[in-house]
């Protein structure tokens, strides 16, 4: 019988290195594994988890930054074999005194997500978890090439003249809007 959480984990997900700034706030079960954290976070940026990921925390009892991933990844990393991210609790790690990760995903578009615990809560009877509960602006796509491919994508989109926009409409769908997020269009 799976064990029943008491409290919660307000995180927000921050994208690194855009302005304004894309982020998301969630709030997860205490017994959370960072492979359930990455679950969350890939489907609260609309991403498909195509790509490779990584958390890289500090580890409280050591002092020491570690990596947490599939296990199987570390054939892909130059140093100790990361940390099963199955096996591993976000209540091992964060604290409200250790409460920064940083959540990398697509190592070729190299998007790094600042993970913030914000606050633990007391469970909410009638809530299911996870849930999102505010955010700003739409995730970047999958595939755009990072922060310089976001960036001409967005260039492009104020230009119906530009020789891209077009084909930039249909790959993104006629109804993107870079400025839209609605936390009610989550579903986890």
């Keep these: 019988m799976k064990k029943t959480f008491e409290k919660v984990y307000q995180l927000k997900l921050s994208v690194k290195g855009i302005t304004p700034e894309i982020w998301r706030r969630i709030q997860v079960p205490e017994d959370y594994t960072f492979l359930d954290l990455h679950k969350a976070i890939q489907t609260s940026m609309n991403w498909e988890?195509?790509?490779?990921?990584?958390?890289?925390?500090?580890?409280?009892?050591?002092?020491?930054?570690?990596i947490i991933t599939r296990a199987d990844n570390h054939e892909y990393l130059?140093?100790?074999?990361?940390?099963?991210?199955?096996?591993?609790?976000?209540?091992?790690?964060?604290?409200l005194e250790n409460k920064d990760a940083l959540y990398t995903y697509n190592f070729g578009d190299n998007w790094q997500v600042e993970?913030?615990?914000?606050?633990?809560?007391?469970?909410?009877?009638?809530?299911?978890?996870?849930?999102?509960?505010?955010?700003?602006?739409?995730a970047v796509p999958?595939?755009?090439?990072?922060?310089?491919?976001?960036?001409?994508?967005?260039?492009?989109?104020?230009?119906?003249?530009?020789?891209?926009?077009?084909?930039?409409?249909?790959?993104?769908g006629k109804d993107f809007d870079p400025e839209y997020f609605d936390p009610k269009?989550?579903?986890?």
């Excluded at 890289?56 to 050591?62: A, G, H, S, V, W």
């Excluded at 909410?124 to 739409?138: L, S």
């Excluded at 999958?142 to 020789?163: A, C, T, V």
């Excluded at 269009?185 to 986890?188: E, L």
Aim: glycine share 6%.
């Design 49 to 66: 988890n195509y790509y490779l990921h990584e958390f890289e925390m500090l580890n409280q009892k050591t002092g020491k930054p570690e």
């Design 185 to 188: 269009d989550v579903s986890f």
């Design 115 to 138: 993970v913030l615990l914000e606050k633990v809560l007391p469970r909410k009877k009638g809530t299911k978890y996870p849930i999102c509960t505010a955010g700003k602006r739409a």
């Design 142 to 172: 999958e595939d755009i090439g990072g922060i310089l491919g976001y960036e001409d994508m967005l260039e492009i989109l104020k230009d119906p003249e530009h020789e891209e926009y077009e084909d930039t409409i249909l790959w993104l």
């Design 78 to 95: 130059d140093q100790e074999p990361p940390v099963p991210e199955e096996k591993a609790r976000i209540s091992d790690y964060f604290t």
